[in-house]
């Protein structure tokens, strides 16, 4: 990768993905591979399972087919996912309408609507006001380590509602903006030497690597934040018949969350503090007059934003109306609501696909400018949403759930557990989560939930424990590729940015992988029982 000659002064550049000319040779040794390993894959495992029914043997050939075509990526992600689709239609699994069913699931709408949600505050700039308006609070911008933090904080937060992607799209211009104030700074003081000395400094690399990971960590928090765990919630309801809804979710995934972010703060800032620039000084060397400047720049870029447009209110709105009747029916069913009428109608009346639908819905009826016609969401930008993932969330269910309509998780779930040993609830839930940590290093997070989730709830039935802890496990799991650059698409923008080394990378990535697995498994051990998840 070239690396910019100039880096942060790219602060209104487009982010860009991006990454060295080694991992991109890795990248087409990979997908070359995948064209001979996926078809093998289908024909061995064709080969090895006659004791399956005769569905269930074509079944498993194709899951090891796609699993295959998932992990080199040689086809797109959401047309491998429709072939396996097509061919369990082809080969005889089942008809077209059983398997197609899936596309039509009623959190593919919760998708639709948020993905529609969080396209209209992309459109509109609400995401960036939010940001540069959290920033701009004096106590969070008059210090570099308060800085880091706060940047953490609001790219999270985002998250939990817009794509990881798109965040961090967003926050690293942000970003770039915050270390150019601050390296002005650090030459004014004869701390560093000019622009050139940036990439050495410590500080710009963990402010790189926080909006990357924040991004991908604040996912976790709502269902809607990051496809794992919508697909995740999707097959435990097809497997199990158990519904988590969002404020359930909420209850569990947000202490988790916020454990991740205070980890990762202190790991980023302890790894890279502001002042060590070349042996020279301390963190506080830039404590004094760099707070005014940092202000000042912040403040200056929510200064260019003018005033709330009628746009960024009605998103709000729409945002807002969602939200609510996302969490009101959790909360009408607290002790304090025993009794009333509306909880068991909001239920009835107001699932959350619905719910995703009509905030949607608002965006196409709220006017931005009724003279013109113009609304706040129109439908050629409504169109740019993310149909990919759709597609590969509706296959990957479509295959879950054969899976076991046809014994094929069931004979998997026997099989597994007698070569693994496992033989208790919390030995699988620790397996299920490095399984996904592991798998999502080189796949998607989306088809590393696709591939691991089936999988564990299957073995858990057959072990006769409890599928959600497991489940849960793997979906979460599912978030934490933080290694490499092409674990994710934020690793890949912030590696973009010439701001931070592969080794640096990697090296935050195992720490905080390993920091993710135990507060993951940890979370759950204490979280699911006082939730009633076990």
Not at 107 to 136: N, P
């Amino acid at each position: 990768m070239t690396t910019p000659a100039h880096p942060l002064r790219r602060s209104h550049d487009t982010p860009r993905e991006a990454i060295s000319a080694g991992e991109q040779l890795f990248e087409t040794w990979r997908k070359r591979l995948g064209l001979f390993v996926s078809p093998a894959a289908f024909a061995l495992t064709y080969w090895l399972c006659p004791e399956l029914q005769p569905e269930g043997r074509i079944l498993a050939s194709i899951l090891a087919g796609v699993a295959a075509l998932w992990v080199s990526e040689v086809l797109p992600l959401p047309v491998s996912a429709l072939l396996g689709a097509v061919l369990c239609v082809v080969l005889g699994v089942a008809d077209a309408k059983t398997v197609l069913a899936s596309f039509a699931d009623p959190i593919v709408f919760v998708f639709i609507g948020g993905f529609m949600m969080a396209r209209a505050a992309t459109v509109h700039g609400l995401d960036r006001r939010i940001a540069l308006g959290f920033l701009s609070l004096r106590w969070v911008g008059s210090s570099p380590a308060r800085v880091m933090a706060g940047l953490g904080l609001v790219t999270a937060v985002l998250s939990m509602w817009v794509s990881n992607t798109a965040v961090t799209a967003m926050m690293l211009p942000i970003a770039l903006g915050i270390l150019g104030a601050l390296h002005e700074v650090r030459v004014s003081r004869g701390l560093a030497e000019g622009t050139i000395d940036v990439r050495r400094w410590p500080f710009a690399t963990g402010m790189m690597i926080m909006v990357a990971y924040a991004a991908s960590v604040g996912g976790i928090g709502t269902p809607v934040g990051t496809p794992p765990n919508l697909i995740g919630i999707g097959l435990i309801r097809t497997a199990t018949g158990i519904e988590i809804s969002f404020l359930r979710w909420m209850t569990l995934a947000v202490p988790l969350f916020l454990a991740m972010g205070l980890v990762l703060f202190g790991q980023l800032y302890l790894l890279h503090r502001a002042g060590h620039a070349k042996g020279k000084g301390s963190s506080d060397d830039l404590m004094g007059d760099s707070g005014g400047r940092l202000l000042e720049y912040i403040r200056g870029e929510r200064a260019k934003l003018g005033p709330w447009t009628a746009g960024q209110v009605n998103t709000l709105i729409a945002f807002s109306v969602a939200v609510a009747l996302w969490i009101a029916p959790g909360v009408l069913q607290l002790p304090w609501f025993e009794g009333n009428a509306v909880a068991p109608w909001l239920g009835k009346h107001m699932p959350e696909s619905v719910v995703a639908m009509i905030g949607a819905i608002l965006l196409f009826m709220l006017p931005v400018n009724l003279k013109e016609g113009k609304f706040t969401l129109e439908w050629p930008e409504a169109a740019k949403i993310d149909w990919g993932t759709i597609l590969l969330f509706g296959g990957g269910l479509a295959l879950g759930t054969l899976m076991f309509n046809t014994g094929v998780a069931d004979a998997m779930g026997h099989g597994l557990t007698a070569y693994l040993g496992v033989d208790s609830l919390w030995m699988l839930t620790g397996l299920s989560i490095a399984m996904a940590i592991v798998l999502s290093e080189a796949a998607s997070n989306t088809a590393s939930a696709n591939m691991i989730i089936p999988v564990t709830i299957a073995i858990a039935q057959a072990a006769g424990v409890s599928p959600l802890p497991p489940a849960l496990g793997a979906c979460l799991g599912a978030s934490f590729g933080f290694m490499l650059p092409v674990s994710t698409p934020p690793n890949a923008i912030v590696y973009g940015s010439g701001l931070v080394p592969l080794t640096k990378m990697m090296r935050a990535g195992i720490m905080f992988d390993l920091a993710g697995f135990m507060i993951i498994w940890g979370g759950l051990y204490v979280l699911c029982p006082l939730l009633g998840l076990v």
